[in-house]
């Protein structure tokens, strides 16, 4: 007779815009069954998660619990049918009680709940005081608060989304026991991780997550280290190769893009572009190629970060979700605190948390969310390209005519697809948005760039494009830090490449060694690491 199955997923998909994230996702959570799901960064791991929990709604497919047909519309839909997710960033108020934080919303006397938070705390085993403000706990006793919350609920399946990523070995043991004994007592467990020894210390069952569809899933006896690595592996690696950009990516034809005035684009190409790269010897030993070492830096989420960038050097930052990559890059540019460390751009140590000091000193940084930090969407092209620009050129106005050349110099340069360069950035794809970020910084005649998921979200004709840029600014000298969740371009594109797992660089990759298994098995803790 077939066991229960608490959770039923069929060929469940999801769509952002043309964007396809899930491919038709299935599989079945039984009774007392701990079910781990691994993969890498944008598999469909979180969209899968809020599907389930009814922040999203699937395109297609269907969720059956307990062989019931259900369509959940909010958290409290999925809440009332038993499920829970314990989220991987924690949700405290901050001038609640812990123990108020733990009950809240929670039906019932509020004598008898807190008597079931203290019963829970006792057979788990952890040492808090209830009494304590939300604003006052670590991350870690966040963690605690959030699992705890959903322990004290009657939950039927409890979903844990890296849940250990900020607890101390012993209550990382403690949890093991309570997840254990949760399954013992019949809870269907969906447990998140990046680790691979979690999974098989706890896991009945594993599921492997690449590029929104499951690539490998079985009874976890069946696995090994090398097959879930294999399943990470990208099944076929990316269709735009390097070696064969050619001219057929640089139209010669300039009328689409306005350039009607007599701009001399040769002089402003010398300017912008130099052409001599003989300067710039990666395998030079003695120091003197170097443009930005970074020492011993530590701050939030990221710890001892240490290494060296060279003229027209691409270093590869790999690493999975949580690894402190966006954090550390923040902070070399000046975004965000840093505690310790010392940072030096072509000889001249950086003043802490300081853009305006960075941009001056010819840093500049590609942000990862480029709508939330690096577009003015609601004013033209020409006002983002030369945005960066405004002190160099007098202040608060540019001359219009200089204004205008520069801007559409970096539209031709970088073949930004527009009407020209008055036309509003918010009209333009995500992938000539992209390039107009870039543009905007390129215009300051960088030293160093920091690209942060350069390619995320644009379609394959503008990733060609962006490759192209990186491998001219690499010829003209520029040291290039690229942070990219897709392993396959990281591999391509970088001369050396160092991982970073869970705040620390566990590795370093030199260029005779970079492949995609090489730097997965880093990423995820199985080899060099």
């Known amino acids: 007779m077939e066991e229960p199955c608490l959770l039923e997923i069929t060929n469940l998909q ?35 998660m809020k599907i389930i929990m009814g922040l999203y709604q699937p395109d297609d497919g269907e969720i059956k619990i307990e062989n019931q047909p259900v369509k959940f519309h909010s958290t409290s839909d999925a809440h009332k049918r038993g499920i829970y997710l314990v989220p991987q960033e924690p949700m405290i108020f901050p001038n609640m009680t812990i123990e108020e934080n733990i009950i809240i919303g929670m039906k019932g006397s509020t004598k008898e709940l807190k008597e079931k ?153 010398k300017e912008h572009f130099p052409t001599d790269d003989s300067d710039y010897n990666l395998n030079d030993n003695d120091g003197s190629n170097t443009v930005l070492t970074v020492e011993n830096l530590s701050g939030t989420k990221f710890n001892e970060i240490s290494f060296h960038l060279k003229r027209g050097e691409v270093l590869g930052i790999a690493g999975v979700v949580g690894a402190g990559r966006t954090e550390m890059a923040e902070a070399i540019f000046g975004i965000r605190q840093f505690t310790t460390g010392v940072i030096t751009l072509d000889g001249e140590k950086l003043l802490k948390s300081s853009i305006k000091n960075s941009i001056r000193m010819g840093m500049v940084y590609l942000p990862e969310d480029r709508h939330a930090h690096g577009i003015f969407k609601i004013t033209s092209i020409r006002n983002n ?72 979200g644009i379609d394959a004709s503008a990733r060609v494009d962006i490759y192209r840029i990186i491998n001219e600014l690499k010829v003209k000298g520029v040291g290039i830090i690229l942070i990219s969740s897709d392993t396959e371009e990281v591999a391509e594109l970088s001369d050396r490449v160092v991982v970073m797992r869970e705040g620390k660089i566990v590795n370093e990759i030199k260029k005779e060694e970079i492949t995609v298994d090489n730097i997965i098995s880093a990423a995820f803790g199985v080899k060099g690491g």
């Open 385 to 456: 390209i030369t945005s960066t620009l405004l002190k160099k050129l007098n202040g608060m106005f540019l001359p219009s005519k200089e204004e205008y050349n520069i801007s559409r110099t970096y539209i031709y340069e970088l073949q930004v697809k527009t009407t020209g360069p008055l036309q509003e950035l918010q009209d333009l794809s995500g992938g000539n948005q992209q390039k107009v970020v870039l543009a905007k910084f390129l215009a300051i005649n960088p030293k160093v760039i920091i690209l942060d998921e350069p390619t995320r």
């Open 14 to 48: 999801k769509q952002f815009n043309q964007n396809r994230v899930l491919l038709g996702i299935n599989f079945r959570l039984k009774k007392g069954e701990i079910f781990s799901m691994v993969g890498g960064n944008g598999a469909g791991k979180s969209t899968l």
């Open 117 to 269: 938070v203290k019963n829970i705390m006792q057979v788990v085993g952890w040492n808090l005081n209830l009494q304590q403000l939300g604003s006052h706990l670590s991350i870690a006793e966040q963690q605690l608060v959030e699992i705890l919350r959903g322990l004290v609920r009657d939950v039927k399946i409890l979903i844990l989304d890296e849940p250990t990523s900020t607890l101390t070995n012993n209550e990382i043991k403690s949890l093991f026991k309570v997840i254990k004994q949760l399954a013992n007592d019949g809870i269907g467990i969906i447990y998140i991780t990046h680790r691979f020894s979690e999974i098989f210390e706890l896991s009945h069952s594993v599921a492997v997550l690449r590029d929104g569809r499951i690539s490998d899933q079985g009874n976890i006896k069946e696995f090994t280290y090398d097959r879930l690595l294999a399943g990470l592996k990208p099944s076929k690696m990316n269709d735009t190769n390097l070696s064969v950009i050619e001219k057929e990516h640089f139209p010669t034809d300039d009328s689409d893009y306005n350039l009607n005035d007599n701009t001399n684009l040769s002089v402003i190409e």
